[in-house]
């Protein structure tokens, strides 16, 4: 890290902070872009870009907690840090500061408030409004494309002997060829069998990823979970170098638990349904006898 006049140079790939870290400073980019990543048990997930002129990392003024991501070079960028006697000096001096990062705060606040609202009418939606399990999954995969971006989405769900999954529905790039995955086999099983969502933005890195006709990049599998029941998974996944964030968890795992409800009452109406009509076949076959 190279220091100059205005402010720390950074080279591609270097760490301006990691996660965990004690700071009071925040920063401001002067030039280039600054990654925001969580680690995982998959690597390092990026959650969010900060441009030139944008402030970051704000918080650690406020609460003194250690920080909850890093902050890495996208490309060669350079930043200025800015302490809590430095910023109330520049806020003096320049009052636009405090409007910039109220304005960053505000932005941030809105857009994940509207996201939760959006997000819970669609799970009254998907509960209230649909009585079949295929109108239940075109309507999820479609209301996801709008909540996340992905190439691909799938739904699939638990076949009746419980020990694999087949898809139901599926929308984007398509395989001709489909993936069946048995509990525990493959990144859809493995959510299958242990319930714990993945997020992983190398899959081909990942040694339980089965690679498919399609060259897939990166991965977002959620389990359909009804009270302790697994009835299947959600899979979004990417073929370009976009790669998905812990908030784009956050919303499908919202998502998810309302069609997981929807999907368990249809398939109990199915089930009923079903053996209604074997009794009416009987009962008519009983009085033709």
């Known amino acids: 890290m190279k220091n100059g006049e205005l402010g720390k140079a ?15 400073v925040m920063y401001v980019v002067q030039e280039g872009k600054i990654g925001i990543t969580k680690s995982s048990d998959q690597g390092d997930i990026t959650i969010a870009t900060i441009n030139a002129g944008e402030v970051f990392g704000e918080m650690s003024l406020f609460d003194k ?8 070079a996208d490309g060669d960028a350079r930043v200025l840090s800015i302490d809590r006697k430095k910023l109330f000096t520049t806020i003096s001096k320049d009052p636009t500061l405090a409007f910039k ?21 669609n799970k009254s939606a998907v509960v209230q409004s649909f009585f079949t399990v295929d109108q239940i999954c075109d309507f999820v995969l479609t209301t996801l494309s709008d909540i996340v971006h992905a190439d691909n989405t799938s739904i ?5 002997d419980g020990k694999t999954l087949s898809i139901k529905s599926a929308k ?40 498919g006709e399609l060259q ?22 990417s073929t370009s170098e976009d790669m998905f964030t812990s908030d784009d968890l956050l919303k499908v795992q919202s998502f998810a638990s309302g069609a997981a409800i929807a ?7 199915s089930a009923l349904m079903n053996a209604t009509d074997s009794a009416v076949q009987h009962a008519t076959m009983m009085n033709r006898g």
């Open 263 to 269: 999907i368990q009452n249809a398939l109990c109406c």
């Open 216 to 237: 897939i990049k990166a991965i977002l599998c959620v389990p359909l979970a009804y009270r302790d029941e697994i009835l299947g998974v959600v899979n979004l996944s």
């Open 156 to 160: 699939m769900l638990a076949d009746t």
């Open 172 to 211: 984007g790039l398509q395989a001709e060829n489909k993936m069946l995955f048995e509990k525990g086999g493959g990144i859809a099983g493995s959510v299958f069998e242990t319930g714990r969502a993945v997020i992983m933005n190398r899959a081909e890195a990942d040694m339980r990823f089965q690679p």
């Open 101 to 121: 990062i109220i304005e960053t705060l505000s932005k941030r606040v809105r857009v994940l408030d509207e996201e939760i609202i959006a997000i819970n009418k």
């Open 65 to 72: 907690m250690a920080r909850s991501a890093s902050a890495v």
């Open 10 to 24: 950074l080279a591609n790939g270097e760490y301006l902070f990691r996660e965990g870290d004690q700071s009071e």
